[in-house]
């Protein structure tokens, strides 16, 4: 009987641990398309009564926060229509250091979500290096309808994988309302993964604004996953590189569903 043996996969060795930058290059190859929002002006209200104006360029925005959150700067933005009047923008902030402001607006319903990441000057153990903030708004564009923003529980047991190149492919399973667990398939961190702390909020039907923070790397991530018919997600990092400079990529691709579990009982947290 002739002997099949499956050609051998190089993998990186456990504790070879890739830097964020590592990573990153390339996992926007499969994202949506960039939008310009030239023209734009914006005016969101959070719900701690933080109020954003954002008036966009065609490559930069002039922003003001006022309120609980106090800041202001005219920095480069991202944008991304995930859906004819859902917006993904992100402002990877040069005028303020190690920050980055996410926001997702709907044209329709005119509701608004925001998140803020921010790295820490120095490590805590035990603690990811990387903090966020999270914020219901409203824009001024019309009367809100829908349900508001909110936490959310709906990913619980989900198991989905995440193509974002011929060479990214990783797995999530979401474990809980804190957290996630994951694994790379391919790319060059293959064989590695972690569990690490999450957090999920519900934008509309279908959408989801998902986040994570690594223990072991200073590293973050907002994404807006769209688990409607068209199974794609949009999303962005902030880290500090193999330099230990902050640094903002661009990611996104597709989400293959592989399945999903019901606790009979006893509920995660």
């Known amino acids: 009987m002739?002997?099949?043996t499956s050609p051998a996969v190089e993998d990186p060795a456990l504790d070879e641990w890739r830097t964020y930058d590592?990573?990153?290059?390339?996992?926007?190859t499969y994202r949506l398309p960039s939008a310009d929002l030239g023209g734009v002006v914006l005016r969101v209200t959070l719900d701690d009564g933080t109020t954003l104006a954002l008036d966009f360029g065609a490559d930069a925005v002039a922003w003001t926060a006022s309120g609980a959150y106090e800041a202001s700067g005219t920095d480069p933005y991202d944008a991304v229509r995930v859906r004819e009047d859902?917006?993904?923008?992100?402002?990877?902030?040069?005028?303020?250091?190690?920050?980055?402001?996410?926001?997702?607006?709907?044209?329709?319903?005119?509701?608004?979500?925001?998140?803020?990441?921010?790295?820490?000057?120095?490590?805590?153990?035990?603690?990811?290096r990387v903090t966020q903030r999270f914020w219901a708004g409203v824009t001024d564009a019309g009367t809100?309808?829908?349900?508001?923003?909110?936490?959310?529980?709906?990913?619980?047991?989900?198991?989905?994988?995440?193509?974002?190149s011929p060479h990214h492919l990783y797995e999530h399973v979401y474990v809980s309302s804190q957290r996630y667990a994951w694994q790379c398939l391919e790319g060059v961190q293959r064989g590695h993964g972690d569990m690490d702390l999450s957090t999920v909020w519900k934008f509309a039907d279908g959408l989801y604004l998902f986040c994570f923070r690594e223990f072991r790397i200073a590293v973050a991530s907002v994404w807006l996953h769209d688990l409607g018919y068209?199974?794609?997600t949009t999303g962005v990092f902030l880290g500090l590189n193999g330099d230990g400079e902050s640094e903002h990529s661009r990611a996104g691709g597709h989400i293959y569903p592989l399945g999903s579990v019901a606790y009979p009982d006893a509920q995660p947290v």
Do not use: C, W
């Not at 590592?22 to 926007?28: H, L, P």
């Not at 809100?144 to 974002?164: E, F, M, Q, W």
């Open 2 to 4: 002739t002997e099949h």
């Open 22 to 28: 590592e990573f990153a290059a390339g996992i926007d």
């Open 86 to 128: 859902v917006v993904f923008v992100n402002l990877p902030l040069t005028s303020r250091e190690r920050e980055a402001l996410t926001m997702v607006f709907s044209t329709s319903s005119h509701r608004a979500l925001a998140a803020l990441s921010h790295i820490s000057d120095e490590d805590v153990e035990g603690t990811p």
């Open 144 to 164: 809100p309808t829908g349900d508001v923003p909110a936490p959310s529980r709906d990913l619980i047991g989900k198991r989905n994988v995440y193509r974002y």
């Open 230 to 232: 068209q199974l794609m």
